[in-house]
C-alpha cells in the first residue's frame, strides 16, 4: 500500500509560479513511477507529467511541456511539481498518482494509488 499526501496548491496570479509536493509513504519509492494529473470542474482528469526513477525518463502534457517540471527526492519520498508561467486554463484540482508496471503513463486507469488532491487556481 502507498499512501501520497499533496501540497503547495493555491490561489495565484497568470504568469506567477506554484510548486506542487506529494509525499509519499509505505513502500519502497523508487520502484514506482509517480505522476501528476489534474481536473477540471466538468472535466475528465488529464495527465499532466510523470517520472520514472528507474532510467531517469520524464514524460510531459504538450499543454505544459516548458513551464512545468517534476522532479523526485528519493531520500525524502517526495515528487514535485515545478509549475511557471501558470494560465487561468491550469487552474484544477491536481493529483499525484504512483504505481509500478505502468505501461501507458498518461491513462489515469493505469494508478492504483492516489492523493486527495491540491486545489491550484490562476486568476487573469
Known amino acids: 500500500q502507498v499512501q501520497l499526501v499533496e501540497s503547495g496548491g493555491g490561489l495565484v496570479q497568470t504568469g506567477g509560479s506554484l510548486r506542487l509536493s506529494c509525499a509519499a509513504s509505505?513502500?519502497?519509492?523508487?520502484?514506482?513511477?509517480m505522476a501528476w494529473f489534474r481536473q477540471a470542474p466538468g472535466k475528465e482528469r488529464e495527465f499532466v507529467a510523470a517520472?520514472?526513477?528507474?532510467?531517469?525518463?520524464?514524460y510531459y502534457a504538450d499543454s505544459v511541456k516548458g513551464r512545468f517540471t517534476i522532479s523526485r527526492d528519493n531520500a525524502k519520498n517526495t515528487v514535485y511539481l515545478q509549475m511557471n508561467s501558470l494560465k487561468p486554463e491550469d487552474t484544477a484540482v491536481y493529483y499525484c498518482?504512483?504505481?509500478?508496471?505502468?505501461?501507458?503513463?498518461?491513462?489515469?486507469?493505469?494508478?492504483?494509488?492516489w492523493g486527495q488532491g491540491t486545489q491550484v487556481t490562476v486568476s487573469s
Open positions: 517520472n520514472r526513477w528507474r532510467g531517469g525518463s520524464t
Open positions: 498518482a504512483a504505481d509500478r508496471g505502468v505501461v501507458d503513463t498518461t491513462n489515469p486507469n493505469s494508478y492504483d494509488y
Open positions: 509505505g513502500r519502497t519509492f523508487s520502484n514506482y513511477l
